[in-house]
């Protein structure tokens, strides 16, 4: 039981959703950031 309760709680179907709105959007900009960050520049002046 203990591997299928970590399997689930990793792919975030047994976590409790404690976040709110501004802190959804919070991680959403950083992912979206550090997305930004990891692409490779093709055409930098």
């Known amino acids: ?23 959804l959007r919070l991680a959403r900009i950083g992912r979206r950031e550090r997305r930004l960050n990891d692409a490779p520049a093709l055409f930098k002046n």
Not at 7 to 19: A, K, M, N
């Open 1 to 23: 039981m203990s591997v299928a309760k970590a399997f689930l709680e990793r792919i975030g179907l047994l976590t409790v959703d404690t976040s709110d709105a501004f802190d």
